[in-house]
């Protein structure tokens, strides 16, 4: 499966689930007078929104490169994923902090909370559900990585992003409920509204991770560690390949552009050379589909 399919179903789970949520969510809160479920409605609209702002950059990511963007479109993903992480901490974190301190200085009684923990508790299930598609699309993608080295080491802005999202979900789900619980059995909204504060930290700490990890994509990281290994293999064990003085690669949204700087045996001539090139980048490319751009330099010195 490619990485442009896996993104693209995540992301429809997660549509799904995120809208369905917060329908429910949001009749919740208006029935019970809830402060975690409002903040909870309104991270989930968030999430609706975020869900297509990331559709829209897997579908602008992959237009074809024009004479002004002569590299492609691939860093839209990336950009439109960092627009998604401020969203989250912006409509989500924040608003739900607010909410929080509001419903502390002006605390109003809630309305039927059993009402909200059946509607958080269904929210449990489809969240659940969307999480654990995600994690499957992750699943097919890392092969033996661990979901910790996968994190550390993908290129995937998209699914980076509907991880975080879900996870932050579903943790939110499971303090709404318990603080929406204790506030019904003690008869006092002030639990409900800590719930809401509580939601709004979590909703900012994810944000600021996924921030982080595509602030390094946005500023340029080079292809994964396992492609750069193939790349290199290739390359070095070319025999008609004397040195290698540099090996660059540059991850841009799904594309791989490679620039490498060699030093070709003596005996060659010019329009061999020439010939051995192009066979070579081939080879790459068949090695390695993500590359889309291939540049390389024979050279007898590296300067």
């Not at 950059?57 to 839209?76: F, I, M, S």
């Not at 990585?145 to 979900?169: P, Q, Y």
Request: with cysteine.
């Amino acid at each position: 499966m490619s990485q442009h399919d896996a993104s693209i179903k995540a992301i429809s789970y997660a549509l799904v689930a995120n809208f369905s949520i917060a329908l429910a969510k949001s009749w919740g809160a208006w029935f019970t007078g809830s402060g975690s479920m409002l903040a909870e409605a309104i991270h989930s609209y968030a999430d609706t929104g975020n869900q297509v702002l990331l559709y829209l950059g897997v579908v602008q990511a992959r237009r074809p490169a024009d004479a002004e963007h002569p590299l492609g479109y691939g860093k839209l993903s990336y950009f439109w994923s960092f627009i998604v992480a401020l969203m989250l901490f912006s409509l989500g974190g924040l608003f739900a902090i607010y909410e929080g301190i509001h419903k502390l200085t002006e605390p109003t009684p809630l309305s039927q909370p059993w009402v909200g923990l059946v509607i958080l508790a269904f929210g449990v299930i489809v969240e659940g559900a969307s999480f654990l598609g995600c994690l499957r699309q992750i699943k097919r993608l890392r092969g033996e990585k661990s979901l910790r080295e996968w994190l550390r080491t993908t290129r995937n802005a998209e699914l980076v992003v509907v991880l975080g999202e879900d996870l932050a979900a579903m943790i939110g789900l499971f303090l709404a409920f318990i603080f929406l619980g204790i506030s019904a059995i003690t008869e006092n909204p002030m639990f409900d509204a800590i719930g809401s504060i509580c939601i709004g930290v979590v909703l900012i700490i994810v944000s600021l991770f996924i921030a982080v990890r595509i602030k390094a994509l946005i500023v340029g990281r080079s292809a994964r560690p396992d492609l750069q290994a193939i790349i290199d293999g290739i390359i070095r064990d070319d025999p008609q390949v004397a040195q290698v003085f540099n090996v660059i690669t540059f991850q841009i949204g799904p594309s791989i552009m490679l620039a490498a700087k060699i030093r070709l045996q003596a005996q060659l001539s010019v329009s061999e050379a020439a010939e051995h090139i192009n066979a070579l980048e081939v080879r790459l490319k068949a090695a390695v589909p993500e590359i889309s751009w291939c540049f390389m330099e024979p050279d007898t010195t590296d300067c």
